[in-house]
């Protein structure tokens, strides 16, 4: 089975100012990832995914992640944080060998400060 | 957004007592799957069903039975529900498409707590 590690379990940004999330899944073979975010009180809702191709992957809000096969990494990046991106964030991990099943890590809590 | 709803979105309910928790979807999708979300441990899947009277256990399925009688609704029961039990629930659903995985869509959650 799959494991994600999520690194970092709350994260403190000031507003304006950049932030990465950290994230590591246990095997690159066949991997489909994926980040969600959770707003309080709320789903989770999809922020962007990795399938193929490209290693560089936009997503919503101005978020965008790399896949790095060889540090089985797929670091959740912004360049300019905003109050409103204060949330809970999720690595996950599916793949060939998984069915359609998904694997989440344990989360970040990314709190921006004004 | 897509068509999930569970019910009820919160609930209280004593220890020994059962309980069941709804998923509905209208979205025709063939996966769906029940989660329990704890501080410090993410998302943990209980049960998935890949399609109609098909089910199968997840992560942390003990004490958790579940049904798909017909393609939108997916039930979770906790038949004697215990205070470890407390927690947030979501559903989710998903589709295999030829060639690509799609993403799983969340439900909006339902809090239980057992008292």
């Known amino acids: 089975a799959q494991s994600v590690t999520q690194l970092d379990s709350q994260v403190p940004v000031f507003e304006e100012a950049p932030v990465e999330l950290r994230c590591n899944y246990s095997?690159?073979?066949?991997?489909?990832l994926f980040w969600y975010v959770q707003y309080p009180n709320q789903g989770l809702q999809l922020l962007l995914k990795?399938?193929?191709?490209?290693?560089l992957v936009k997503g919503i809000n101005g978020f965008e992640a790399e896949f790095n096969k060889s540090q089985i990494s797929f670091h959740l990046r912004k360049p300019s944080v905003h109050i409103s991106d204060t949330a809970e964030y999720f690595c996950?991990?599916?793949?060939?060998?998984?069915?359609?099943?998904?694997?989440f890590g344990t989360g970040t809590s990314l709190t921006v400060i004004p | 957004d897509a068509g999930i709803t569970q019910s009820p979105r919160h609930k209280v309910t004593e220890t020994g007592t059962p309980v069941t928790l709804r998923c509905h979807q209208t979205?025709?999708?063939?996966?769906m799957y029940w989660y329990r979300q704890d501080p410090g441990h993410g998302l943990r899947l209980i049960h998935y069903?890949?399609?109609?009277?098909?089910?199968d256990k997840g992560e942390v399925s003990d004490g958790y039975s579940v049904s798909r009688s017909k393609t939108e609704d997916f039930l979770l029961t906790l038949e004697s529900a215990t205070s470890s039990q407390t927690s947030v629930y979501f559903c989710?659903?998903?589709?295999?498409?030829?060639?690509?995985?799609?993403?799983?869509?969340f439900g909006p959650g339902t809090r239980l707590t057992v008292l």
């Open positions: 990795y399938l193929s191709g490209s290693t």
């Open positions: 069903s890949y399609g109609v009277k098909d089910t």
């Open positions: 979205e025709n999708h063939r996966y």
């Open positions: 996950a991990v599916s793949g060939r060998n998984t069915g359609n099943q998904f694997y």
């Open positions: 095997s690159s073979v066949s991997v489909y």
């Open positions: 989710a659903i998903s589709d295999r498409r030829e060639g690509s995985y799609n993403e799983q869509f």
